[in-house]
């Protein structure tokens, strides 16, 4: 089946430790992205990628680190310096941002990240 | 700045009962309207793409349509299956532009 794939779907993170979460498309898209969502919150957007090994910050990308050695992957590194890491997050990604009209966003099943 | 409203908060519905979501926007150069169903605990849904006003598109009980400031989500007779979150998301210009979420509505169908 075509999709986004999140993994692990439930995380710990101890304090003062950097996790990783995956996120891998067969979808053959080449942009992806990385939301937050926190209660009573809109999606908020850490990172996004249109194209291999190039990605941009997004508005709340502090604390946080990606990369995009190859189209289909898309990891997110939440670092020891994100002070608020406890969140549900979501990887997505779309055709191409090149379109001017489409261009819909496709989301992931989400990874629960928990600072204990 | 690109800004998305959504109300009602929440909305408790007895099935059988209609009703609409409202999502009021501000953008520059619309690019898309972007409507999504969201279980909990789960990814997003996509549902609808709006571009134009006075467009309107429909799924099953969900029609959603389109003027220059606000898009509305229709239920017609709503079941308990349609219990969820439905989040409203705008892009505008330039070409690159992220899409702006609104806090979505919380929508619970009784029996």
């Known amino acids: 089946d075509g999709g986004i794939t999140q993994s692990p779907k439930y995380l710990f993170r101890k304090e003062g430790q950097n996790v990783t979460l995956s996120c891998e498309q067969n979808l053959n898209h080449d942009a992806m992205y990385w939301y937050r969502q926190d209660p009573g919150q809109g999606l908020r957007l850490i990172y996004y990628?249109?194209?291999?090994?190039?990605?941009q910050k997004g508005d709340i990308a502090e604390g946080y680190s990606v990369s995009r050695e190859k189209k289909e992957s898309f990891p997110l590194t939440v670092t020891s310096a994100q002070k608020n890491p406890t969140a549900f997050y979501l990887c997505?990604?779309?055709?191409?941002?090149?379109?001017?009209?489409?261009?819909?966003?496709?989301f992931g099943e989400g990874s629960w990240l928990t600072v204990v | 700045e690109d800004q998305v409203t959504q109300s009602p908060e929440a909305l408790r519905l007895q099935e059988g009962e209609s009703s609409s979501l409202n999502c009021s926007y501000t953008?520059?150069?619309?690019?898309?309207l972007f409507w999504y169903r969201q279980d909990p605990g789960k990814g997003p849904e996509f549902l609808f793409t709006l571009y134009s006003a006075g467009e309107e598109k429909e799924k099953e009980r969900l029609k959603a349509t389109l003027t220059k400031k606000e898009s509305f989500l229709h239920i017609t007779a709503p079941k308990p299956e349609d219990s969820a979150t439905y989040l409203c998301?705008?892009?505008?210009?330039?070409?690159?532009?992220?899409?702006?979420f609104g806090t979505g509505t919380r929508l619970l169908v009784s029996p």
């Open positions: 998301a705008v892009r505008g210009l330039p070409l690159f532009q992220k899409l702006v």
């Open positions: 997505a990604s779309s055709i191409s941002e090149q379109y001017l009209v489409g261009n819909t966003i496709y």
């Open positions: 990628s249109q194209i291999v090994n190039d990605f």
């Open positions: 953008v520059s150069g619309l690019r898309g």
